[in-house]
């Protein structure tokens, strides 16, 4: 189970929010890195991924940095009680794999899964034993998610989230892809499957 909440803001406000999160010495600063995220649907109609029934995401991610290149294989699923409370609870399992073009070719043209969409983001981790802290570079916008990794998530979240400066009531529920389409209804710019920083997008206001 995943415990989390998010917050989204104008790119404007990247160092504001990277010199805050350094000011705390408790949490660990990992090194930006850049990440591609290509989200497949079931090659079986009936058996979709996106389904309300099922409402899940198959992501294939690849994460690279200075010093490593890390491919993984991640399923993450709304659950019936997901926003039920002021903290996001989610279904996520992982794997993690080698060979990231091979893998890829095996889920295009032996599973036959469709790719839906895929999105470009430099990731700043901050953490210690009890949270994760992420500031996201979209081309967007920023996304600032706080995640508990220990026994009291309620509590490490409000902790944090008081840190911060931010309010539970104020945090975004859905996803980037939910994000996304939203500023660009509202922003009258054409939406893309494939969200690049060489493409014209809107902006988080």
């Given at each position: 189970m995943e415990y989390e909440?998010?917050?989204?803001?104008?790119?404007?406000?990247?160092?504001?929010?990277?010199?805050?999160?350094?000011?705390?010495?408790?949490?660990?600063?990992?090194?930006?890195?850049?990440?591609?995220?290509?989200?497949?649907?079931?090659?079986?109609?009936?058996r979709s991924f996106y389904d309300k029934k099922i409402d899940g995401r198959f992501r294939v991610r690849i994460s690279k940095n200075s010093?490593?290149?890390?491919?993984?294989?991640?399923?993450?699923?709304?659950?019936?009680?997901?926003?039920?409370?002021?903290?996001?609870?989610?279904?996520?399992?992982?794997?993690?794999?080698?060979?990231?073009?091979?893998?890829?070719?095996?889920?295009?043209?032996?599973?036959h899964f469709k790719l839906v969409e895929s999105y470009e983001r430099y990731r700043n981790i901050f953490e210690n034993d009890d949270v994760e802290i992420a500031l996201d570079e979209y081309p967007f916008g920023l996304a600032l998610e706080i995640e508990s990794k220990g026994d009291n998530p309620d509590e490490t979240i409000k902790k944090w989230v008081l840190n911060l400066g931010l309010k539970l009531n104020d945090a975004?529920?859905?996803?980037?892809?939910?994000?996304?389409?939203?500023?660009?209804?509202?922003?009258?710019?054409?939406?893309?499957?494939i969200v690049a920083f060489d493409k014209k997008m809107p902006e988080v206001e």
């Open positions: 909440v998010r917050y989204y803001f104008n790119s404007n406000y990247l160092d504001e929010i990277l010199n805050k999160l350094k000011s705390f010495k408790e949490l660990k600063n990992k090194e930006r890195t850049y990440e591609k995220t290509s989200q497949y649907d079931h090659s079986d109609i009936n010093h490593e290149t890390i491919s993984k294989l991640s399923w993450k699923r709304r659950l019936n009680d997901t926003i039920s409370g002021s903290i996001n609870k989610e279904e996520e399992k992982e794997v993690y794999f080698d060979n990231y073009d091979n893998f890829i070719y095996i889920v295009e043209n032996v599973m975004y529920r859905l996803s980037w892809d939910d994000k996304y389409k939203e500023l660009c209804e509202k922003q009258n710019i054409e939406q893309y499957n």
